[in-house]
């Protein structure tokens, strides 16, 4: 699923509409993980926000991501069996096809998945998440 980037002036507008201060260091990871990078891990964040901010630690970049979660600017995704959490810029309810192969996440549209329960009446379901896994061909 293709997003939309976002320009710096659209970034800003976001996190203030989340109502979060726009500081440098927000929009500098908010804005790569919306428009330059899929599901990214906390280091690759660190990466690629430290050409703009060499100094910048990694419990900085946790605290803004923290931020972005908490105000529901990211998804932050646990990847099952892994200990891999990742962050996702697509905010709405979707689940995930893992390629094996290289490890990365790809995006599944809720209406590709049919999920048909048939559970005892105790299990007093939340939420549902679903991870595919497997590869892509050709
Ligand atoms: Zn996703």
């Given at each position: 699923m293709e997003r939309s980037k976002k320009d710096t002036t659209e970034?800003?507008?976001?996190?203030?509409q989340a109502g979060l201060n726009p500081t440098a260091q927000r929009i500098?990871?908010?804005?790569?993980?919306?428009?330059d990078s899929d599901h990214p891990t906390p280091e690759q964040v660190k990466d690629a926000v430290?050409?703009?901010?060499?100094?910048?630690s990694l419990?900085?970049?946790y605290n803004t991501l923290n931020a972005l979660v908490?105000?529901?600017?990211?998804?932050?995704?646990?990847?099952?069996h892994s200990g891999r959490v990742v962050y996702d810029a697509n905010t709405s309810k979707h689940y995930h096809f893992i390629?094996?192969?290289?490890?990365k996440l790809i995006d599944l549209n809720q209406e590709s998945i049919t999920v048909d329960m048939n559970l005892p009446e105790h299990f007093d379901i939340?939420?549902?998440?679903?991870f595919v896994k497997g590869k892509l061909k050709g």
């Open positions: 970034i800003m507008e976001s996190l203030s500098a990871v908010f804005q790569y993980i919306h428009n430290d050409r703009v901010f060499p100094t910048i419990a900085t970049i908490a105000h529901g600017l990211v998804h932050q995704v646990k990847i099952p390629d094996e192969a290289e490890g939340q939420d549902v998440d679903i």
